[in-house]
């Protein structure tokens, strides 16, 4: 696990911190969603200026604001949620919190983050016990401005970042080796009205959760550096009804293993924007070893391009496109070794695919089929090494 070069930094060290005003348009697929610039260099956890701090010292935990404490205890949630609330009230700039220790939480709790916070956590969160709904270590809902900067998470949650209708979200560093539970989910599920708007990951790396390591629906303006995701039970990364979203690299192992989930999966008109499915979601590389499906793009959903894929040994589909519009797979490069077939495939409920772009694959040990026919699909520059193809 990633380990924090320096947990304890002073309080008068400069600044990193970008406070991130009002947006005045969606992002676009091409910039961060919340700066309009490519994301800056993480900083050590810890460093730079803060509002209040959490530390733990011995067995307990004290939090600051300044140089009052405004709470003492052994319990890590209630220690950081109390530094959470020394922040400003009303405030309408980012404040921060440093968390300076490791933890336990339970799985029928959270912290959860009011609108303009940061949270610095320089420690593990360790999730214990059980819980129900949408409980997290690290929640918010219904807010604007929040960023999470460093964050490892142990053991059992049901989330370990859990955010729903927000904007300007900032996810920075973070690290979960889980025993179940559901990685990061972003949504727009308490009022779907409304889209989540302007998210930023920059690296999540994702082991041993019993569902998705990353999980979006309803987010309109989707930055994405690396998702890195280890025998997790379904996917890797796995978008739902998510427009103007660039992705750099899914790097899965074992995701989904017997099931039909993918290291990389779009479901639930992903992409579609209006009525209509123009490109918008771009993903700069997809790699799958083992597991169920490599790609996986279903449920009316499109409009999207990914540049390079590589993909080996998959249990299920290597790649499956069903009912689908727009899709540009492997646009520069890609190799399919073993694992399932590349399937072009429909169900009835919905039209069938069209335009579709299969090329600059080389195919080993495995096959190419088409089935039903699709509109206007395009099969180019693929080179077969010990496989089939059967296409329209």
């Known amino acids: 696990m990633r380990r924090r070069a320096a947990l304890l930094a002073a309080a008068g060290a400069t600044a990193l911190l970008t406070t991130v005003g009002t947006l005045t348009a969606p992002a676009t697929a091409a910039t961060s969603p919340t700066t309009g610039a ?4 993480a900083a050590a956890c810890g460093d730079g200026s803060y509002q209040a701090e959490a530390v733990l010292n011995g067995g307990t935990w004290t939090a600051r604001r300044g140089g009052s404490t405004v709470h003492t205890g ?22 921060r919190v440093v968390v300076r220790g490791s933890g336990s939480i ?16 320089c420690g593990t969160i360790h999730v214990t016990g ?18 999470v900067q460093h964050l490892d998470v142990t053991g059992a949650p049901l989330y370990g970042v859990f955010l729903r209708n927000v904007q300007n979200v900032v996810l920075g560093q973070i690290d979960m080796r889980l025993t179940r539970g559901l990685g990061v989910r972003i949504d727009n599920r308490g009022d779907t009205s409304q889209w989540t708007r302007n998210v930023r990951i920059d690296d999540v790396h994702v082991s041993g959760a019993s569902s998705h390591a990353v999980e979006t629906y309803g987010v309109d303006g989707l930055t994405i550096g690396t998702v890195t995701a280890r025998n997790v039970g379904e996917s890797g990364l ?15 192992e074992n ?19 209006g009525s209509s499915y123009a490109t918008n979601i771009r993903v700069g590389e997809v790699v799958a070893r083992g597991g169920g499906r490599g790609v996986f793009c279903v449920s009316e959903s499109g409009g999207a391009t990914i540049d390079r894929i590589t993909l080996s040994n998959t249990g299920n589909n290597a790649i499956l496109i069903e009912n689908c519009y727009n899709v540009h797979l492997a646009a520069q490069s890609g190799t399919v070794t073993g694992g399932g077939e590349i399937r072009l495939a429909a169900r009835a409920e919905f039209a069938n695919n ?16 088409e089935s039903p026919c699709g509109e206007n699909t395009t099969f180019r520059n693929n080179r077969l090494v010990n496989s089939s193809q059967s296409i329209c």
């Open 74 to 95: 052994t319990d890590m949630r209630a220690a950081v949620q109390a530094a959470i609330g020394s922040l400003s009230p009303g405030r309408t700039s980012k404040e």
């Open 38 to 41: 490519a994301p800056a260099r």
């Open 130 to 147: 059980s819980g129900s709904g949408d409980q997290a270590p690290v929640y918010s809902r219904g807010t604007r401005d929040i960023e």
């Open 354 to 369: 069209r335009d579709i772009t299969v090329q600059n694959l080389t195919v080993t040990n495995s096959s190419i089929r």
């Open 255 to 273: 995701a989904g293993t017997g099931t039909g989930y993918a290291a990389f999966r779009m479901a639930n008109r992903n992409g579609r924007v």
């Open 106 to 121: 339970s799985a029928g709790s959270r912290i959860s983050l009011p609108s303009y916070t940061v949270l610095d956590v």
């Open 238 to 252: 796995l978008l739902n009804q998510t427009v103007n979203a660039t992705i750099t690299r899914v790097d899965a």
